[in-house]
């Protein structure tokens, strides 16, 4: 079946350290979004990429690093510079950026800076 | 981006339809009203979207006012499992994102 894969689906993370989150996909998406939720909020955009070897920032891209270097992979690099991690991190992919296709979002990871 | 403005909560009773509904009064032409849910802890997962149409799946059906100012979401025969955070998204215009509110929480009631 195709789909989005996040992994893992919880993380633990000591303060100081730098983590990294995967996202997978395999609907042949051109597009592919992170996304973070704090508890009773909406969801906010970190990053994006449109395209293999491109991305560009969200509202809160402070402290988070991506790489594009494959059309199936998303991973997001959570950098000891964001001060405030702990969140639920949610990936999504479309079809490249036509307003009239929607999102595929993974099941998310929760991370938690212990 | 065109922002959405939903009422935080509402009540339905199992069986009964359930009847979202969200003012988008800052739409442009050519932005689409996108209708996402999310129950807890998971991803949200996608309901449905138009232009300026009514629209209908399986799932729930959309309907926009003539002048696209207001949409409401209909969910026919709403059931337990229909519990969940809806958002109403205006994707398109300059950005082309979808940027997420704080949605209604639906809580059906047996």
């Known amino acids: 079946d195709g789909g989005i894969t996040q992994s893992p689906k919880y993380l633990f993370r000591k303060e100081g350290q730098n983590v990294t989150l995967s996202c997978e996909q395999n609907l042949n998406h051109d597009a592919m979004y992170w996304y973070r939720q704090d508890p009773g909020q909406g969801l906010r955009l970190i990053y994006y990429?449109?395209?293999?070897?491109?991305?560009q920032k969200g509202d809160i891209a402070e402290g988070y690093s991506v790489s594009r270097e494959k059309k199936e992979s998303f991973p997001l690099t959570v950098t000891s510079a964001q001060k405030n991690p702990t969140a639920f991190y949610l990936c999504?992919?479309?079809?490249?950026?036509?307003?009239?296709?929607?999102?595929?979002f993974g099941s998310g990871t929760r991370l938690t800076v212990v | 981006d065109a922002k959405t403005t939903q009422p935080p909560s509402m009540d339905c009773a199992e069986g009964r339809a359930a009847n979202l509904p969200c003012n988008h009064s800052?739409?442009?032409?050519?932005?689409?009203v996108y209708w996402y849910r999310q129950i807890h802890s998971q991803g949200p997962q996608y309901i449905i979207h138009g232009l300026k149409n009514n629209e209908t799946n399986e799932m729930a059906s959309l309907i926009i006012t003539e002048d696209r100012k207001s949409s409401t979401l209909i969910l026919p025969h709403a059931t337990l499992r229909d519990t969940a955070v809806y958002y109403c998204i205006v994707r398109g215009g300059a950005t082309n994102k979808l940027i997420f509110g704080t949605g209604t929480l639906l809580a059906v009631q047996p």
């Open positions: 990429s449109q395209i293999v070897n491109d991305f």
């Open positions: 800052t739409i442009s032409g050519n932005e689409y």
């Open positions: 999504a992919s479309s079809w490249g950026h036509d307003a009239n296709y929607g999102y595929t």
